[in-house]
Protein backbone atom coordinates (compact mmCIF):
# COMPACT_ATOMS: atom_id res chain seq x y z
CA UNK A 1 0.00 0.00 0.00
CA UNK A 2 1.31 3.55 -0.60
CA UNK A 3 1.74 5.46 2.55
CA UNK A 4 0.31 8.76 2.64
CA UNK A 5 2.91 11.54 4.16
CA UNK A 6 1.80 12.03 8.06
CA UNK A 7 1.61 15.72 7.89
CA UNK A 8 1.24 16.53 11.83
CA UNK A 9 -0.49 19.94 12.62
CA UNK A 10 1.57 22.71 14.02
CA UNK A 11 -0.14 22.72 16.98
CA UNK A 12 0.12 18.70 17.99
CA UNK A 13 3.67 18.98 16.44
CA UNK A 14 4.43 21.48 19.02
CA UNK A 15 3.59 19.04 21.54
CA UNK A 16 5.43 16.27 20.16
CA UNK A 17 8.75 18.56 19.77
CA UNK A 18 8.41 20.17 22.82
CA UNK A 19 8.33 17.02 24.97
CA UNK A 20 11.55 15.50 22.48
CA UNK A 21 13.31 19.14 23.74
CA UNK A 22 13.16 17.86 27.32
CA UNK A 23 14.43 14.42 26.77
CA UNK A 24 11.37 12.58 26.38
CA UNK A 25 9.54 9.85 23.80
CA UNK A 26 6.30 11.61 22.27
CA UNK A 27 4.60 10.32 19.27
CA UNK A 28 1.17 10.91 17.48
CA UNK A 29 -1.06 7.45 18.25
CA UNK A 30 -4.20 6.28 17.00
CA UNK A 31 -6.68 7.32 15.23
CA UNK A 32 -5.00 10.29 13.55
CA UNK A 33 -2.26 7.88 12.61
CA UNK A 34 -4.69 5.17 10.74
CA UNK A 35 -6.37 8.26 9.20
CA UNK A 36 -3.69 9.76 8.44
CA UNK A 37 -2.43 6.76 6.31
CA UNK A 38 -5.98 6.01 4.86
CA UNK A 39 -5.92 9.52 3.47
CA UNK A 40 -8.10 11.21 5.73
CA UNK A 41 -7.69 14.14 7.11
CA UNK A 42 -7.75 13.22 11.32
CA UNK A 43 -10.30 15.22 13.10
CA UNK A 44 -7.98 14.70 16.82
CA UNK A 45 -4.62 14.30 17.35
CA UNK A 46 -3.58 12.12 20.58
CA UNK A 47 -0.15 12.16 21.85
CA UNK A 48 1.52 9.54 23.99
CA UNK A 49 4.77 9.66 25.67
CA UNK A 50 7.16 8.56 28.38
CA UNK A 51 6.79 11.59 30.29
CA UNK A 52 4.92 11.36 33.67
CA UNK A 53 2.02 13.13 33.73
CA UNK A 54 3.23 15.46 36.42
CA UNK A 55 6.49 15.44 33.75
CA UNK A 56 3.73 16.43 31.21
CA UNK A 57 2.59 19.57 33.65
CA UNK A 58 5.74 20.86 33.78
CA UNK A 59 6.97 20.66 30.54
CA UNK A 60 3.79 22.40 29.51
CA UNK A 61 3.24 25.07 32.62
CA UNK A 62 3.36 27.74 30.59
CA UNK A 63 0.47 26.61 28.36
CA UNK A 64 -3.16 25.87 29.22
CA UNK A 65 -3.41 22.27 30.45
CA UNK A 66 -6.51 20.58 31.39
CA UNK A 67 -5.96 17.73 33.97
CA UNK A 68 -8.38 15.12 31.60
CA UNK A 69 -7.11 12.13 33.64
CA UNK A 70 -4.23 12.22 35.75
CA UNK A 71 -5.04 9.08 37.47
CA UNK A 72 -4.97 7.36 33.86
CA UNK A 73 -2.00 9.49 32.26
CA UNK A 74 -4.32 11.43 30.57
CA UNK A 75 -3.36 15.59 30.43
CA UNK A 76 -5.04 17.75 27.35
CA UNK A 77 -2.73 20.48 26.00
CA UNK A 78 -4.09 23.48 24.75
CA UNK A 79 -2.00 24.67 22.19
CA UNK A 80 -3.55 28.16 19.91
CA UNK A 81 -6.96 27.12 21.52
CA UNK A 82 -6.53 23.39 20.05
CA UNK A 83 -6.54 19.96 22.40
CA UNK A 84 -4.23 17.53 22.20
CA UNK A 85 -4.77 14.69 24.44
CA UNK A 86 -1.15 13.79 25.83
CA UNK A 87 -1.15 10.15 27.71
CA UNK A 88 1.78 8.18 28.98
CA UNK A 89 2.59 4.60 27.82
CA UNK A 90 0.74 2.83 30.13
CA UNK A 91 -0.51 -0.83 30.33
CA UNK A 92 -4.12 -1.73 32.10
CA UNK A 93 -4.62 -4.17 34.99
CA UNK A 94 -7.28 -6.13 35.45
CA UNK A 95 -10.76 -5.43 34.18
CA UNK A 96 -12.71 -7.02 36.61
CA UNK A 97 -16.20 -5.08 35.30
CA UNK A 98 -15.28 -5.65 31.69
CA UNK A 99 -15.22 -1.89 30.74
CA UNK A 100 -12.29 0.08 33.26
CA UNK A 101 -8.97 -1.49 34.09
CA UNK A 102 -8.93 -1.33 37.80
CA UNK A 103 -5.47 0.39 37.42
CA UNK A 104 -2.89 1.68 35.39
CA UNK A 105 0.77 0.80 34.86
CA UNK A 106 2.79 3.43 33.66
CA UNK A 107 5.86 2.17 31.09
CA UNK A 108 8.57 3.10 29.27
CA UNK A 109 8.60 1.58 25.82
CA UNK A 110 5.56 3.01 22.86
CA UNK A 111 5.50 -0.66 21.80
CA UNK A 112 4.04 -1.60 25.23
CA UNK A 113 1.70 0.75 25.01
CA UNK A 114 0.60 0.11 21.65
CA UNK A 115 0.09 -3.90 22.77
CA UNK A 116 -2.52 -2.33 24.90
CA UNK A 117 -4.90 -1.04 22.39
CA UNK A 118 -7.81 -2.33 20.57
CA UNK A 119 -7.68 -3.28 17.28
CA UNK A 120 -4.11 -3.41 14.43
CA UNK A 121 -5.31 0.07 12.77
CA UNK A 122 -5.16 1.70 15.78
CA UNK A 123 -2.45 0.12 17.67
CA UNK A 124 0.27 2.31 15.24
CA UNK A 125 2.59 5.37 16.58
CA UNK A 126 4.78 7.84 14.10
CA UNK A 127 6.92 10.74 14.92
CA UNK A 128 8.94 12.54 12.48
CA UNK A 129 12.54 11.55 14.00
CA UNK A 130 11.77 7.64 14.22
CA UNK A 131 8.89 7.14 11.49
CA UNK A 132 6.31 4.81 12.01
CA UNK A 133 5.81 2.26 14.95
CA UNK A 134 3.55 -0.75 13.75
CA UNK A 135 4.08 -3.78 15.93
CA UNK A 136 1.04 -5.63 15.02
CA UNK A 137 0.30 -5.20 11.31
CA UNK A 138 -1.53 -2.03 10.97
CA UNK A 139 -0.20 -0.98 8.01
CA UNK A 140 -0.76 -5.06 6.52
CA UNK A 141 -4.43 -4.85 7.61
CA UNK A 142 -5.75 -1.23 6.48
CA UNK A 143 -4.16 -2.52 2.47
CA UNK A 144 -6.49 -5.64 3.51
CA UNK A 145 -9.37 -3.97 4.64
CA UNK A 146 -9.47 -5.71 7.35
CA UNK A 147 -10.07 -5.16 11.24
CA UNK A 148 -8.49 -7.58 13.91
CA UNK A 149 -7.60 -7.26 17.25
CA UNK A 150 -4.47 -6.87 18.77
CA UNK A 151 -3.29 -9.95 20.15
CA UNK A 152 -6.13 -12.45 21.55
CA UNK A 153 -9.15 -11.29 20.90
CA UNK A 154 -11.21 -12.89 23.48
CA UNK A 155 -8.44 -11.11 26.04
CA UNK A 156 -9.50 -7.38 23.81
CA UNK A 157 -13.53 -8.06 24.22
CA UNK A 158 -13.17 -9.32 27.96
CA UNK A 159 -11.51 -5.93 28.71
CA UNK A 160 -14.30 -3.86 27.56
CA UNK A 161 -17.13 -5.51 25.69
CA UNK A 162 -17.95 -2.06 23.63
CA UNK A 163 -15.10 -3.16 21.39
CA UNK A 164 -18.06 -5.60 19.96
CA UNK A 165 -19.62 -2.42 18.89
CA UNK A 166 -16.40 -0.15 17.89
CA UNK A 167 -15.13 -3.24 16.00
CA UNK A 168 -18.74 -3.80 14.03
CA UNK A 169 -18.38 0.48 13.48
CA UNK A 170 -14.62 0.77 12.36
CA UNK A 171 -15.90 -2.10 9.64
CA UNK A 172 -18.71 -0.07 8.58
CA UNK A 173 -17.00 2.66 8.30
CA UNK A 174 -14.35 2.39 6.11
CA UNK A 175 -16.43 -0.63 4.39
CA UNK A 176 -13.75 -3.37 5.68
CA UNK A 177 -14.26 -6.98 6.68
CA UNK A 178 -13.60 -8.43 10.30
CA UNK A 179 -10.54 -10.84 10.16
CA UNK A 180 -11.75 -14.52 11.37
CA UNK A 181 -10.59 -15.21 14.89
CA UNK A 182 -11.95 -11.48 15.44
CA UNK A 183 -15.38 -12.63 14.26
CA UNK A 184 -15.32 -15.34 15.97
CA UNK A 185 -14.56 -13.70 19.49
CA UNK A 186 -17.48 -10.67 18.56
CA UNK A 187 -19.71 -13.66 18.01
CA UNK A 188 -18.67 -15.86 21.36
CA UNK A 189 -18.35 -12.61 23.76
CA UNK A 190 -21.67 -10.80 22.42
CA UNK A 191 -22.90 -11.23 25.61
CA UNK A 192 -21.11 -8.39 27.28
CA UNK A 193 -22.49 -5.91 25.78
CA UNK A 194 -24.98 -6.79 28.56
CA UNK A 195 -22.26 -5.02 30.68
CA UNK A 196 -22.02 -1.61 28.67
CA UNK A 197 -24.29 1.15 29.38
CA UNK A 198 -26.79 2.18 26.76
CA UNK A 199 -25.38 5.30 25.70
CA UNK A 200 -22.65 3.91 24.96
CA UNK A 201 -23.80 1.23 23.12
CA UNK A 202 -26.56 3.46 20.88
CA UNK A 203 -23.61 6.09 20.26
CA UNK A 204 -21.37 3.27 18.55
CA UNK A 205 -24.72 1.78 16.99
CA UNK A 206 -25.37 4.93 15.25
CA UNK A 207 -21.95 5.02 13.99
CA UNK A 208 -21.82 1.57 12.39
CA UNK A 209 -25.35 2.42 10.65
CA UNK A 210 -23.73 5.59 8.93
CA UNK A 211 -21.22 3.65 7.70
CA UNK A 212 -20.76 3.06 4.21
CA UNK A 213 -20.19 -0.79 4.93
CA UNK A 214 -23.89 -1.43 7.51
CA UNK A 215 -25.19 -3.72 5.10
CA UNK A 216 -22.18 -6.32 5.61
CA UNK A 217 -22.28 -5.83 9.49
CA UNK A 218 -26.07 -6.27 9.51
CA UNK A 219 -25.73 -9.10 7.45
CA UNK A 220 -23.56 -10.56 9.09
CA UNK A 221 -24.01 -10.16 12.75
CA UNK A 222 -27.47 -10.03 13.51
CA UNK A 223 -26.75 -12.14 16.54
CA UNK A 224 -25.29 -9.27 17.93
CA UNK A 225 -27.78 -6.70 17.08
CA UNK A 226 -30.43 -9.20 18.68
CA UNK A 227 -28.30 -8.37 21.86
CA UNK A 228 -28.98 -4.62 21.47
CA UNK A 229 -32.59 -5.03 20.43
CA UNK A 230 -33.99 -8.58 21.13
CA UNK A 231 -36.87 -7.13 19.52
CA UNK A 232 -35.06 -7.96 16.04
CA UNK A 233 -34.46 -11.89 16.26
CA UNK A 234 -38.09 -12.76 14.61
CA UNK A 235 -36.96 -10.95 11.62
CA UNK A 236 -34.23 -12.99 11.34
CA UNK A 237 -35.04 -15.11 7.90
CA UNK A 238 -38.87 -14.72 8.38
CA UNK A 239 -39.80 -14.88 4.79
CA UNK A 240 -42.65 -12.73 3.44
CA UNK A 241 -43.92 -14.23 0.80
CA UNK A 242 -45.13 -11.74 -1.22
CA UNK A 243 -44.41 -10.41 -4.79
CA UNK A 244 -43.45 -7.06 -3.91
CA UNK A 245 -40.37 -8.40 -1.82
CA UNK A 246 -37.47 -10.26 -2.45
CA UNK A 247 -35.92 -10.90 0.68
CA UNK A 248 -36.80 -11.84 4.34
CA UNK A 249 -37.62 -9.34 6.47
CA UNK A 250 -34.08 -8.70 7.94
CA UNK A 251 -32.48 -9.18 5.06
CA UNK A 252 -34.94 -6.45 3.61
CA UNK A 253 -34.24 -4.38 6.90
CA UNK A 254 -30.46 -4.55 6.30
CA UNK A 255 -30.62 -3.60 2.50
CA UNK A 256 -33.20 -0.69 3.33
CA UNK A 257 -30.59 0.99 5.56
CA UNK A 258 -27.85 0.57 3.21
CA UNK A 259 -29.99 2.50 0.90
CA UNK A 260 -31.05 5.41 2.99
CA UNK A 261 -28.90 8.43 3.39
CA UNK A 262 -26.47 8.05 5.81
CA UNK A 263 -27.81 10.15 8.48
CA UNK A 264 -28.67 8.47 11.70
CA UNK A 265 -32.61 8.82 11.82
CA UNK A 266 -33.29 7.98 8.85
CA UNK A 267 -30.82 4.90 8.79
CA UNK A 268 -32.74 4.38 12.70
CA UNK A 269 -36.09 4.52 11.34
CA UNK A 270 -35.05 1.58 8.71
CA UNK A 271 -33.44 -0.64 10.67
CA UNK A 272 -36.73 -0.63 12.70
CA UNK A 273 -39.25 0.55 10.25
CA UNK A 274 -40.37 -3.30 9.55
CA UNK A 275 -39.78 -5.00 13.04
CA UNK A 276 -43.26 -5.41 13.82
CA UNK A 277 -44.02 -7.70 10.46
CA UNK A 278 -43.53 -10.89 12.12
CA UNK A 279 -46.31 -10.56 14.75
CA UNK A 280 -48.78 -8.87 12.06
CA UNK A 281 -48.01 -11.61 9.91
CA UNK A 282 -51.29 -13.20 7.91
CA UNK A 283 -51.53 -15.61 4.85
CA UNK A 284 -54.31 -15.42 2.41
CA UNK A 285 -55.92 -18.30 0.53
CA UNK A 286 -53.25 -17.93 -2.47
CA UNK A 287 -50.42 -18.49 -0.12
CA UNK A 288 -49.84 -14.55 -0.50
CA UNK A 289 -48.13 -12.71 2.89
CA UNK A 290 -49.71 -9.77 4.37
CA UNK A 291 -48.27 -7.71 7.14
CA UNK A 292 -51.35 -5.39 7.87
CA UNK A 293 -51.28 -2.49 10.63
CA UNK A 294 -47.05 -3.17 10.88
CA UNK A 295 -46.04 0.54 10.72
CA UNK A 296 -48.20 1.42 13.81
CA UNK A 297 -47.04 -1.60 15.30
CA UNK A 298 -43.42 -1.44 14.23
CA UNK A 299 -43.69 2.86 15.48
CA UNK A 300 -44.76 1.48 18.97
CA UNK A 301 -41.61 -1.06 18.94
CA UNK A 302 -39.26 1.54 17.60
CA UNK A 303 -40.68 3.77 20.55
CA UNK A 304 -40.02 1.73 23.36
CA UNK A 305 -36.66 0.66 21.84
CA UNK A 306 -34.99 4.10 21.08
CA UNK A 307 -36.45 5.13 24.78
CA UNK A 308 -34.92 1.87 26.37
CA UNK A 309 -31.15 3.31 24.70
CA UNK A 310 -32.23 7.09 25.86
CA UNK A 311 -32.08 8.62 22.24
CA UNK A 312 -32.43 12.40 22.63
CA UNK A 313 -36.22 13.47 21.87
CA UNK A 314 -35.67 15.03 18.66
CA UNK A 315 -34.49 11.53 17.17
CA UNK A 316 -37.46 9.90 18.82
CA UNK A 317 -40.41 11.88 17.81
CA UNK A 318 -38.77 11.74 14.11
CA UNK A 319 -37.58 8.10 13.87
CA UNK A 320 -41.30 7.36 15.30
CA UNK A 321 -43.08 8.98 13.34
CA UNK A 322 -41.72 8.33 9.54
CA UNK A 323 -41.54 4.37 10.74
CA UNK A 324 -45.50 5.15 11.70
CA UNK A 325 -45.91 6.84 8.07
CA UNK A 326 -43.33 5.15 5.89
CA UNK A 327 -46.10 2.44 4.40
CA UNK A 328 -48.97 5.36 3.45
CA UNK A 329 -48.79 6.45 0.06
CA UNK A 330 -48.62 10.32 -0.16
CA UNK A 331 -51.74 12.17 -1.42
CA UNK A 332 -52.92 12.38 -5.40
CA UNK A 333 -54.66 15.74 -4.89
CA UNK A 334 -53.94 19.17 -3.83
CA UNK A 335 -55.98 19.36 -0.65
CA UNK A 336 -54.71 15.77 0.11
CA UNK A 337 -50.83 16.89 0.08
CA UNK A 338 -52.01 19.92 1.65
CA UNK A 339 -53.10 18.22 4.63
CA UNK A 340 -50.72 15.36 4.75
CA UNK A 341 -47.92 18.40 4.49
CA UNK A 342 -49.94 20.68 7.18
CA UNK A 343 -49.84 17.26 9.58
CA UNK A 344 -45.95 16.09 9.29
CA UNK A 345 -44.44 19.23 8.38
CA UNK A 346 -42.42 19.91 5.27
CA UNK A 347 -38.88 18.52 6.47
CA UNK A 348 -41.07 14.90 7.52
CA UNK A 349 -42.68 15.03 4.30
CA UNK A 350 -39.07 15.58 2.63
CA UNK A 351 -37.54 12.79 4.72
CA UNK A 352 -40.50 10.48 4.00
CA UNK A 353 -39.56 10.46 0.21
CA UNK A 354 -35.92 9.12 1.62
CA UNK A 355 -37.81 6.58 3.61
CA UNK A 356 -39.72 5.14 0.69
CA UNK A 357 -37.03 5.18 -1.73
CA UNK A 358 -34.73 3.52 0.20
CA UNK A 359 -37.98 0.96 1.23
CA UNK A 360 -38.15 0.69 -2.52
CA UNK A 361 -34.94 -0.65 -3.03
CA UNK A 362 -34.72 -3.23 -1.09
CA UNK A 363 -37.84 -4.79 -2.37
CA UNK A 364 -38.45 -7.03 -5.89
CA UNK A 365 -38.88 -5.31 -9.04
CA UNK A 366 -42.57 -6.30 -9.12
CA UNK A 367 -44.41 -2.60 -9.63
CA UNK A 368 -41.11 -0.90 -8.93
CA UNK A 369 -41.78 1.50 -12.13
CA UNK A 370 -45.58 2.20 -10.85
CA UNK A 371 -44.08 3.24 -6.84
CA UNK A 372 -41.42 5.34 -8.84
CA UNK A 373 -43.62 7.03 -11.16
CA UNK A 374 -46.32 7.89 -7.65
CA UNK A 375 -43.25 9.27 -5.91
CA UNK A 376 -42.07 11.58 -9.15
CA UNK A 377 -45.89 12.66 -9.37
CA UNK A 378 -46.04 13.15 -5.32
CA UNK A 379 -42.73 15.39 -5.66
CA UNK A 380 -44.14 17.58 -8.50
CA UNK A 381 -47.48 17.84 -6.82
CA UNK A 382 -45.32 19.70 -3.98
CA UNK A 383 -42.99 21.19 -6.00
CA UNK A 384 -46.21 22.92 -7.46
CA UNK A 385 -48.00 23.79 -4.15
CA UNK A 386 -44.25 25.44 -2.78
CA UNK A 387 -44.79 27.74 -5.50
CA UNK A 388 -47.89 28.98 -4.26
CA UNK A 389 -49.24 31.19 -1.77
CA UNK A 390 -49.84 27.94 0.43
CA UNK A 391 -51.46 27.44 3.55
CA UNK A 392 -50.66 23.81 4.95
CA UNK A 393 -51.12 24.84 8.75
CA UNK A 394 -53.43 27.67 10.41
CA UNK A 395 -50.18 29.81 10.45
CA UNK A 396 -50.08 30.23 6.90
CA UNK A 397 -53.36 31.66 6.13
CA UNK A 398 -53.36 35.96 5.66
CA UNK A 399 -55.71 35.88 9.48
CA UNK A 400 -55.27 35.22 12.56
CA UNK A 401 -56.78 34.99 15.61
CA UNK A 402 -56.31 38.82 16.76
CA UNK A 403 -57.83 39.82 13.78
CA UNK A 404 -61.05 37.33 13.99
CA UNK A 405 -61.46 38.38 17.48
CA UNK A 406 -60.80 42.24 16.11
CA UNK A 407 -64.07 41.46 13.86
CA UNK A 408 -65.60 40.56 17.06
CA UNK A 409 -64.78 36.99 17.43
CA UNK A 410 -65.39 35.97 21.15
CA UNK A 411 -61.44 34.70 22.61
CA UNK A 412 -61.65 31.05 23.23
CA UNK A 413 -62.40 28.04 21.25
CA UNK A 414 -64.73 29.90 18.77
CA UNK A 415 -61.71 31.44 17.39
CA UNK A 416 -59.99 28.07 16.41
CA UNK A 417 -63.31 26.30 15.08
CA UNK A 418 -63.34 29.47 12.60
CA UNK A 419 -59.51 29.11 11.96
CA UNK A 420 -59.93 25.52 11.30
CA UNK A 421 -62.83 26.08 9.00
CA UNK A 422 -60.95 28.64 7.22
CA UNK A 423 -57.75 26.88 6.60
CA UNK A 424 -59.70 23.33 4.98
CA UNK A 425 -61.57 25.18 2.58
CA UNK A 426 -58.38 26.96 1.71
CA UNK A 427 -56.42 22.96 1.60
CA UNK A 428 -59.63 22.27 -1.07
CA UNK A 429 -59.70 25.39 -3.00
CA UNK A 430 -62.78 26.36 -1.93
CA UNK A 431 -61.64 29.45 -0.66
CA UNK A 432 -58.31 32.14 -1.45
CA UNK A 433 -55.79 32.51 0.89
CA UNK A 434 -56.41 36.45 1.11
CA UNK A 435 -57.04 38.63 4.22
CA UNK A 436 -60.11 39.99 2.73
CA UNK A 437 -61.96 36.71 1.18
CA UNK A 438 -60.96 34.65 4.55
CA UNK A 439 -62.27 38.11 6.80
CA UNK A 440 -65.91 37.78 4.56
CA UNK A 441 -65.71 34.30 4.91
CA UNK A 442 -65.16 34.31 8.71
CA UNK A 443 -67.73 36.89 8.77
CA UNK A 444 -70.04 34.22 7.54
CA UNK A 445 -69.07 31.38 9.49
CA UNK A 446 -69.74 33.74 12.76
CA UNK A 447 -73.31 34.01 12.15
Not at 47 to 67: D, G, S
Not at 205 to 228: H, Q
Not at 345 to 363: C, I, N, P, T
Request: charged fraction near 25%.
Amino acid sequence: MKKPAILIPPYALTVVERLAQFGYEAYVVGGCVRDSLLGITPKDWDVCTNATPQQVLRVFRRMPVIKTGLKHGTVTVMVNHEPVEVTTFRVDGEYTDNRHPDEVIFVSHVEEDLARRDFTINAMAYNPARGLVDAFGGQEDLAAGLIRCVGEPDDRFNEDGLRIMRALRFAARFDFGIEAETAFAIRRNRHLLENVSVERIYKELKGMLVGKGALGMLLAFPDVMAVIMPELAPSFGFEQHNPHHRYDVWTHTAYAVQAAPAEEALRLVMLLHDIGKPSCYTQDEAGVGHFYGHPAVSADMAYAILTRLKSDNATLARVVTLVREHDNPFPTTRAGMRRCIGRLGEEVVAQLFDVKRADYAAQADYEQAEKKADLREAALLIEELMEEEHAFTIKDLHINGRDLMAMGVPAGPEVGRILKALLAEVQEDALENAAASLAARARELML
